[in-house]
């Protein structure tokens, strides 16, 4: 096959697509005037929401950063939790991402639940955990999760496959021999929300936009949303 049928059956493949298709996709209704008061009990409801709907993989989320330069990068993780606290994710700290939030620690996510038809996105500063954070959140997660972790040297340049090969296979032993071992890099990060959106498709368009913005207070437990609507 040649450059030129990928390419044809590439726009070929796109001209097909929609999103929000009857097959796949029920967009259920949101109510903009019916919520909580803060976005986190909103995020939780939505999230059993895109559950119950049968969203492949929910808890992948795009996390965006920016380098020193002030060029954003992006990247998918997993969610570890969202609580007060804000949101949760894990990852090395001397991978790009790590080097860029060591820097200038702030974090935009996006999540995509595309059997309802709804994103949220979250803005905000981010904290890093302490290593007892770091050391629950990767024991409390599967022997592959573990044996991932301890491969590390993430984002470096990468010799060759035979030598991941490698590295993956003695991280294996290692953490199905020692599961209590701890891959020093390893970290607990969390977006700490100032923006939360809440995006529900609607078939006519007609795109509901909440955002909760967060206002400080005298404290953190002071500080109070506003909620607005956006045009889509
Ligand atoms: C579905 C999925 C989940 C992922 N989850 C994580 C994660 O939780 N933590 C992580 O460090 N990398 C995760 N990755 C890998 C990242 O996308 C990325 O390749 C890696 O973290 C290096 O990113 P960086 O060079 O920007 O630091 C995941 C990738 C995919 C496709």
Redesign the pocket.
Known sequence: MDAMDDERRFHEALRTLRVWDTEHTELPGFDPADVPEEPVALFHTWFTGAVASGAV?PH?LSLATVDTAGRP?V????L?GVDARGWH????AG????RQLADRPEAALGFYWPTQGRQVRVRGPVTTGTRDDAYADLHARTPGALASALVGH??EILSSLDALAGASAAAWDRALSEPEAHAESWTLYRVLPTEVEFFQGDERRRHVRLRYRRTDGADRAADTWTRELLWP
């Open positions: 993989e992948t990068d990247r998918t993780v997993m570890h994710f894990a990852s090395h991978s790009a991402k790590g993430q984002s």
